[in-house]
């Protein structure tokens, strides 16, 4: 009999993909920004970005990916939850991260960047969101990754 065993990936390794896959949406993010014709994309990226950037220090720290993936407040990609526990978990400090993740999440909590709402957005510059999204990743890789 020929059993197939399988093993669960370690945390550790999913952290860094998570790291991985956030660096390669800030990239993307860093090219459309500069393209004015292609802002709903670009801003996507951005807050996709700045998820697997926390996603991958909760994960760093211990937090089991069915937690990960679970909801928060009722509400999936809820990116101020997750701050929230990346800073009770010693997340070290980035200027302006608290406001930038209010504001990205506000803005893209109804999918705004995916799908038309009808909503009016006003977002950050692009230097203010490569800014905060370059520090945080500086941060976590310091730090965990």
Do not use: W
């Amino acid at each position: 009999m020929n059993d197939i065993i399988e093993m669960p990936q370690p945390l550790g390794l999913f952290a860094g993909q998570l790291f991985d896959r956030g660096t390669e949406y800030l990239d993307a993010f860093r090219i459309l920004s500069s393209n004015d014709l292609k802002y709903h994309p670009a801003y996507f990226l951005c807050a996709h970005s700045l998820e697997l950037f926390l996603k991958s220090y909760l994960a760093a720290s211990g937090m089991p990916k069915a937690k990960l993936r679970a909801p928060r407040n009722n509400k999936h990609h809820n990116l101020p939850a997750f701050l929230d526990e990346c800073e009770a978990m010693s997340l070290p400090i980035v200027v302006d991260l608290k406001d930038f993740t209010s504001a990205i999440y506000s803005m893209n909590q109804d999918f705004d960047f995916q799908y038309p709402t009808g909503y009016d957005l006003s977002v950050p510059e692009p230097s203010i969101c490569l800014r905060v999204l370059d520090a945080l990743r500086e941060a976590i890789s310091a730090n965990s990754v």
